[in-house]
């Protein structure tokens, strides 16, 4: 399968735990995306990645979220002391780079926080 | 920042019928629009997408339409079939290369 993949694709942890979600973009896809989707919702936008450069982080990411693609491949996004409010599915998509390129999901990591 | 407005939450229709969903955008300096479709506990995939240089553009049965003067673009799907059933999200971007979404619209086709 050469579309983006993540993992865990759910994951039920007690509040206060960490939780980290793992994403693999498409191959030479040099921008990566992750988002929070709530029941009803569109997908938030939460940060992104230019190959590894973090370059721009959304309001709604807290201090307990950090977000790393070390390598520029693929990404990791952390939730520290996590909240019942963190429950959500988190997407991952990636695109090649130029701008307004097509964005192609991961199936996502549902969340929930007991 | 960018806004996208989107109606209706919720379309119900009959097999065969036409639905048109419409998003409007706050930001001139968007330049690109796609419409997702995401079907229950599935990813958001492309169904069709336009740039701010054309009106128009057709794929089969699924249409999409773009007013810059106005600010808004519209999803126009043909002879729906129950498989069209999902949730159809709009979204713009442009100079930030971060696309803000709509709120969704629950598309449903009645057989």
């Known amino acids: 399968d050469t579309g983006v993949s993540q993992d865990p694709r759910h994951k039920i942890t007690k509040r206060g735990q960490n939780v980290t979600f793992r994403c693999d973009p498409i191959?030479?896809?040099?921008?990566l995306y992750w988002y929070r989707q709530t029941l009803g919702q569109g997908p938030e936008f939460l940060t992104y990645?230019?190959?590894?450069?973090?370059?721009?982080k959304s309001r709604l990411l807290s201090d307990r979220f950090s977000a790393e693609r070390p390598k520029g491949s693929f990404s990791t996004l952390e939730i520290q002391r996590t909240e019942q409010g963190d429950s959500a599915m988190y997407l991952c998509?990636?695109?090649?780079?130029?701008?307004?390129?097509?964005?192609?999901f991961g199936p996502g990591t549902r969340l929930l926080v007991l | 920042g960018e806004n996208v407005e989107q109606h209706p939450s919720t379309l119900s229709v009959q097999e065969g019928d036409s639905a048109v969903i419409k998003c409007t955008y706050s930001?001139?300096?968007?330049?690109?629009f796609p419409w997702y479709k995401q079907e229950l506990g599935k990813r958001p995939q492309l169904i069709i997408d336009?740039?701010?240089?054309?009106g128009e553009k057709k794929d089969q049965r699924i249409a999409v339409t773009l007013n810059k003067t106005a600010k808004h673009f519209s999803l126009h799907i043909t002879e729906t079939q129950p498989e069209d059933s999902a949730v159809y999200f709009c979204?713009?971007?442009?100079?930030?290369?971060?696309?803000?979404f709509g709120r969704g619209t629950s598309l449903i086709v009645h057989p």
């Open positions: 998509a990636s695109s090649p780079g130029r701008q307004g390129e097509t964005q192609y």
């Open positions: 191959s030479e896809h040099n921008r």
């Open positions: 990645f230019q190959n590894e450069a973090q370059l721009e």
């Open positions: 930001d001139s300096a968007s330049n690109y």
């Open positions: 336009i740039r701010s240089n054309v």
């Open positions: 979204a713009a971007s442009g100079g930030s290369y971060i696309p803000t």
